[in-house]
């Protein structure tokens, strides 16, 4: 019977999908998750700044008398923080149902991680600096960018600066 016990434990491991294995796969959900918030963020960026006939051809490499003038008058078109409604939208519910989905079987497979002795670096440095969970994901955000080139134009895209390849501190905030 015990053997019995044991073989399943073994079998829903090696499939990965109850727990980590090892680092690398928990930071490929935190990516993924990650990849998720980004999405998220485009259709609010697509949903304020490409309207048509605003004659926004070149958004990032052209600032536009009419935008400094919206930027004066704080009527700025600049995507800003989520707001409740936004999560009514039913564009996003999709994504958002995505996230909390993943989030919660990233914290179930970090916990059966933890049971079984398996280190997992991010938490560990989260646990060595005593950092919160919105600071983790800060960190991921920052560090995304250099693990995966595709992040650079999603991060510039998003902040309507082709120069800007890294998050700043606004976007992470948004994001």
Known sequence: MMKKQNKTKENQDSAGSLMYKSSQEHLLDE??????????????????????GNGDTFPGLYISEQEIKETIAGESTQWGWFQKSDFENPEYL??????????????????AAEENGVLLNIVHLANLFGLS?????????CLAANLDLKYEKIFAYLQNDITRK???????LNI
Do not use: C, W
């Open 31 to 52: 990516l993924t998750r990650i990849d998720l918030l980004l999405q998220l963020q485009l259709l609010k960026f697509k949903s304020l700044h490409h309207q048509p």
């Open 166 to 172: 890294y998050p700043g501190v606004e976007l992470i």
């Open 94 to 111: 999709p994504i958002i149902k995505s996230i909390h989905t993943l989030q919660k079987n990233i914290s179930d497979k970090i916990k």
């Open 133 to 141: 969970s919105p600071e983790i994901e800060i960190l991921l955000i």
